[in-house]
């Protein structure tokens, strides 16, 4: 039986290459399990996940028990605050054990602080809704027409949409 041949021709998988930079990056902010960055909406559940993120893992000089720092807006820290301690268990159930003690949280702007900005991927927050003319509308379809990529029509229409509602304001 010949020697089976490898179908990837020298490539790598990116998450191999990028496994080590990830837990290095991590790690150095505390976090002994980088799943508690990377799947943060699937840990605490979106409602939380968009109006926070953790920022570090930090241990004590006696070594029991650790605090994660949380980022949010000012706003939604109260809310966050009487959550604490259902943070607290699901971030423990990622660990497995009771690894963080504490929990608490930090406010900025939603700019965020100079070292790692945050946004904070809110739905709908301070969006205005504007009710576009339908000849606007029926303009730029008209105008986007000619071009045969649907996506890149669909696109352009809604930027005409955008400049044309915009001037007649």
Known sequence: MPPRRSSTKGFARTASLLTGRIRTASESRGFAQSRLLTQWAEIVGQDISSISRPVEVSYGRGGIGATLTLLTTGSHAPMLEMQKEQLRAKVNAVYGY?????????????????EGQVAFDQANAGKKTTKIDPDVRQQAAKTTSPIRDAGLRDALAQLGENILSKTNR
Request: glycine share 6%; charged share 10%; proline share 0%.
């Open 98 to 114: 009771n690894a963080i003690a504490r929990v608490r949280i930090t406010q900025t702007a939603a700019s965020g602080f100079a």
